[in-house]
Nanobody, 122 residues
Framework: QVQLVESGGGLVQAGDSLRLSCAAS????????MGWFRQAPGKEREFVAA????????MYADSVKGRFTVSRDNAKNTVYLQMNSLKPEDTAVYYC???????????????WGQGTQVTVSS
């Protein structure tokens, strides 16, 4: 069992940066690939970024590539999402998730956090 708690969301202006954190419980954090997803009002939850177990592999949605960076610190059981050059269309609830496989589809992820709101004003 893995419990995930996100933090770091907030209200920012377009062009600003935010760093989200996701703290995981348990002693097996390094055995999980970690992903970030987001859900805007009235839309499906969508993939944002993922990082492999040791951090050597990453993948991103096209909409955030070059602006967002995912990283992890296995010693701290924490995964991060650095978001730069934020746009109003990045406004959503952001969720972190854990999976045994390194992928980008929701069904691959077994554990989810409660989400943190990111609002970007124009």
């Amino acid at each position: 069992q893995v419990q995930l708690v996100e933090s770091g969301g907030g209200l920012v202006q377009a062009g600003d940066s935010l760093r989200l954190s996701c703290a995981a419980s348990g002693r097996t954090f390094s055995s999980y690939a970690m992903g970030w997803f987001r859900q805007a009002p009235g839309k499906e939850r969508e993939f944002v970024a993922a990082i492999s177990w040791g951090g050597g592999g990453t993948m991103y949605a096209d909409s955030v590539k070059g602006r967002f960076t995912v990283s992890r610190d296995n010693a701290k059981n924490t995964v991060y999402l650095q978001m730069n050059s934020l746009k109003p269309e990045d406004t959503a609830v952001y969720y972190c998730a854990a999976a045994r496989v390194f992928g980008r589809t929701r069904n691959e992820y077994n554990y989810w956090g409660q989400g943190t709101q990111v609002t970007v004003s124009s």
